[in-house]
């Protein structure tokens, strides 16, 4: 009688029958109580019939059952169906959000890789090369930087600056690693620049603001000042790495010798370190990360930022002793860190940005990645902290 009891459970009453058609139920029920069963209008595979005996049967693609077990256990398989509609419906959705995330990986990783090489590439090639590439760079994220702060989010609680403000620091932005690499100090030009940039928020139309300055001044540090340490970085440190051994066998036409410089190791260990940085902390909080790191980012734990650490250091070391810079073991513990702290500040700060403009990505341009800034967010500290630690903290370079 289990399929009876299972049957029972269901609150849904049974059309009436007449007395010679069915025998409703073989158990003593209280017959001021209503036994309630699917409805056979359900089941049109269904029906109801008689044999020469007189015994209620069910005729069904299996033959002629008896209705005592069949009707009430095929009644009740079919009403389980119908109650597992549900979950099915959420295993589905699971599925296809297991498989979105999965495309989603898959995108970052191959487009990762596909800019990653380029970036070498120009890195490796330094001088005009490299500083056009990080000034196309700048004035792209400087516009992503000024579309955020015009955004909805932002703007209900301060007043953004004007579009043509806004383009002329985004030309400013890129114009400023340009101007280091030819003169090798630009505060003077920046000076300039902040000062006609606040006169033209000062005497404009209407009532000027003081967010219409702050934000657009943040832009131009941020956006123009702090990626020039990139440049004094790779082309500013000339002197070569002397105890660098690839460098002895680097061929002419791509630089030789000379191409070595000290600039050019620290810039390449800097990357990396970047790089690890958010790769073992992605790795770590996926599989550790249980205690959040802050309420800018949700989705940062204190243990995905313990392992990125672990993982900027060691790839530092590794780097620092196959090229021979630092030579010091405490000098490349420190300059891991330093690029450590350079990465998650800089991810933060950006983070905070997008939390206020209410946007999850800063752009579109890089499919799986989102905007400039988000992929370059993790360097813009990280070349000035880098650049200062070589210039006061290492001798002669570290050579």
Wanted: proline share 5%.
């Amino acid at each position: 009688m289990a399929s009876f009891v299972e049957a029972c459970r269901y609150n849904k009453p049974v059309p009436p029958l007449s007395s010679t058609s069915l025998c409703i139920c073989p158990c003593r029920i209280s017959t001021r109580k209503t036994l309630t069963l699917p409805s056979f209008s359900n089941y049109s595979s269904l029906r109801l019939v008689r044999d020469a005996k007189t015994k209620p049967l069910l005729h069904s693609r299996l033959g002629r059952l008896p209705v005592k077990r069949r009707f009430l256990t095929a009644v009740t398989r079919a009403e389980s169906n119908h109650l597992g509609d549900d979950n099915s419906k959420n295993v589905e959705e699971e599925e296809e959000d297991k498989e979105k995330k999965a495309s989603q990986l898959k995108k970052r990783i191959i487009f990762g890789v596909a800019i990653g090489l380029p970036v070498g590439g120009v890195v490796l090639a330094g001088g005009w090369v490299f500083t056009l590439a990080l000034s196309a760079s700048v004035f792209i994220g400087s516009r992503e930087y000024f579309e955020l702060v015009r955004s909805r989010g932002i703007a209900k609680g301060m007043t953004p600056p004007p579009r043509y403000v806004s383009r002329f620091c985004s030309v400013i932005c890129a114009l400023m690693p340009l101007l280091t690499l030819y003169f090798g100090n630009i505060d003077i030009w920046v000076t300039c620049a902040a000062f006609v940039v606040a006169m033209a928020l000062l005497v404009q139309r209407g009532n000027p603001r003081f967010s219409q300055l702050s934000s657009t001044m943040f832009g131009l540090f941020y956006c123009g000042y702090l990626p020039c340490f990139w440049v004094k970085l790779r082309c500013g440190l000339a002197a070569p790495a002397l105890n660098t051994g690839i460098a002895r066998t680097w061929p002419v036409f791509l630089g030789g010798l000379p191409q070595w410089t000290v600039g050019l190791v620290a810039t390449l260990i800097s990357f990396s370190g970047v790089i690890a940085t958010d790769t073992f902390a992605f790795l770590g909080g996926k599989a550790f990360g249980k205690t959040p790191l802050t309420s800018i980012s949700p989705k940062k734990t204190w243990e995905g930022t313990f392992t990125g650490l672990v993982g900027c250091i060691v790839i530092t070391i590794l780097l620092s002793k196959s090229l021979s810079w630092p030579q010091s073991l405490f000098s490349s513990i420190a300059f891991g860190f330093i690029n450590f702290f350079g990465s998650v500040f800089g991810d933060l700060t950006e983070s905070m940005i997008k939390r206020d403009a209410g946007v999850k990505d800063s752009g579109s341009l890089i499919p799986g990645h989102g905007g400039i800034l988000d992929r370059v967010d993790s360097y813009i500290f990280t070349g000035a902290l880098a650049y200062s630690f070589i210039k006061t903290s290492l001798k002669l370079y570290g050579v």
